[in-house]
């Protein structure tokens, strides 16, 4: 049982380039989303989904862009990288079926914007 | 707004001493709250919960956490720490308005000292 994988785990890019993170779960669970951490800020939504077809923002959604067209996969995508996107991303995913479910989180993609 | 605030960056305590990380927070109703670890470069893990009931709550690995209502309070507690405990803990509260969104705290490091 994989949980939660997300792709690349290391990536470097240049100002104005674009890029999709992967992110992919094997348990079946309706809801997923996407956090930035950065120092002292702790953990912010950025987008998250509740089932295929179905996006919504989070706290910090500009610059970014989500689509949810199977219920395993959730990419992220960065049309026009900025330096303020330099972070750390995760993925996680939870069953909307039961209300109080924790979260269960990727090992995170460590992104440098030059 | 609802939110969750860690007031210590870093918690220091010797192996074999209780430990205490601190949260608060501000949420209208009933608060939904979490606790995470992270160890170095994982995701989260979810350690315990409080939804309704005793405020005595029990975790993963020993972890305890005691919700306090009139302080508006949810401190994580383990009664005798462990080298392996150093890691970076997080604290987190659902929007009760929106159950698709929740908001982490900044995070505390705890070091354990042998």
């Known amino acids: 049982n994989a949980g939660v994988t997300q792709t690349p785990k290391f990536q470097v890019l240049k100002t104005g380039q674009s890029m999709t993170l992967q992110c992919a779960q094997d348990?079946?669970?309706?809801?997923m989303s996407w956090y930035r951490q950065d120092p002292g800020m702790g953990l912010r939504l950025i987008h998250y989904?509740?089932?295929?077809?179905?996006?919504d923002q989070g706290e910090v959604p500009n610059g970014y862009n989500v689509s949810r067209s199977t219920t395993e996969d959730f990419p992220l995508r960065l049309l026009s990288a900025a330096p303020s996107q330099t972070s750390v991303y995760f993925c996680?995913?939870?069953?909307?079926?039961?209300?109080?479910?924790?979260?269960?989180f990727g090992d995170g993609t460590r992104l440098s914007i030059l | 707004a609802q939110s969750v605030a860690q007031p210590e960056d870093q918690v220091n305590v010797a192996e074999g001493n209780p430990l205490t990380v601190k949260c608060t927070y501000s949420?209208?109703?009933?608060?939904?709250l979490f606790w995470y670890v992270q160890y170095p470069n994982r995701g989260l893990q979810f350690l315990l919960k409080y939804i309704t009931g005793d405020n005595l709550v029990k975790g993963s690995y020993g972890f305890e956490a005691e919700f306090n209502k009139s302080q508006t309070s949810f401190h994580l507690k383990k009664p005798s720490a462990l080298v392996s405990d150093s890691a970076l803990y997080f604290c987190a509260v659902r929007d009760m308005s929106n159950f698709n969104k929740f908001y982490f705290g900044s995070g505390t490091k705890l070091n354990v000292k042998p």
């Open positions: 989904s509740v089932g295929a077809g179905i996006t």
């Open positions: 996680a995913s939870r069953s909307s079926l039961i209300v109080d479910q924790p979260q269960h």
């Open positions: 949420v209208s109703g009933n608060p939904y």
């Open positions: 348990m079946n669970h309706e809801y």
